[in-house]
Structures are given as C-alpha cells and as structure tokens.
C-alpha cells in the first residue's frame, strides 16, 4: 500500500508563499506523471499542476506565473512553490502520481488557507 505523504500547507496572507512536499512512502516503480490538485469547499476538484517524468510541466491558467512544480524520481518526491497566493487559492491540495495503466495514488490532503 503506498502512501504519499504531504507537508506544507498552512494559513498565510495574501501575497505570501508556501511550499507544498510530497513523498512516497516507498520507490514507484513506472511513476510517470506526478501533480497536484485542489478543492475548494463548494467546488469541483481542480489540476493546479502537473509534472512529467522528462520535466515537462504544465499548470492551471489561475496559477501559472505563480506557481513552480518540481519533482525528483528516485525519490519519488514532487513539490509545488506557490508564490503569490491570492484567498481563491484557498483549498485543500491533494498529490497525485500516476503510473501506466494508469493508476493513481493520492495524497490525503493539506489544507491551504489564503487570508485577506
């Protein structure tokens, strides 16, 4: 069973930054795509960003310019920067790492809480 394990969230004030961990509980063979999402209360679940195995990066328009993911395989680790942050960023965020299949592994969550 393999967990993905995620640090970093907290309250912070608008224009302030926080970076996002997380790492597998143990080496993912095949992991292919690792990313985030978020989900605001009273929302539909959103990609925030993803990453690919060769560093190909892509992000939701919201937070592009903003936000910076990054990841390393062998460890099975991926972080998310978020520089910026605006209150509609407020939200859950979850990791995911996908393998061929595809399967998908999840983290439990973290909150992120943007203040006025």
């Known amino acids: 069973q393999v967990q993905l394990v995620e640090s970093g969230g907290g309250l912070v004030q608008a224009g302030g930054s926080l970076r996002l961990s997380c790492a597998a509980s143990?080496?993912?063979?095949?992991?292919?795509?690792m990313g985030w999402y978020r989900q605001a209360p009273g929302k539909q679940r959103e990609l925030v960003a993803t990453?690919?195995?060769?560093?190909?990066?892509n992000f939701l328009d919201s937070v592009r310019g903003r936000f910076t993911i990054s990841r390393d395989s062998a460890k099975s680790t991926v972080w998310l920067q978020m520089n910026s942050l605006k209150p509609e960023d407020t939200a859950v965020y979850y990791c995911?790492?996908?393998?061929?299949?595809?399967?998908?592994?999840w983290g439990q969550g973290t909150q992120v809480t943007v203040s006025s």
């Open positions: 143990r080496y993912i063979f095949g992991m292919s795509t």
């Open positions: 990453i690919t195995n060769g560093g190909s990066t």
């Open positions: 995911n790492a996908r393998v061929p299949g595809p399967v998908d592994y």
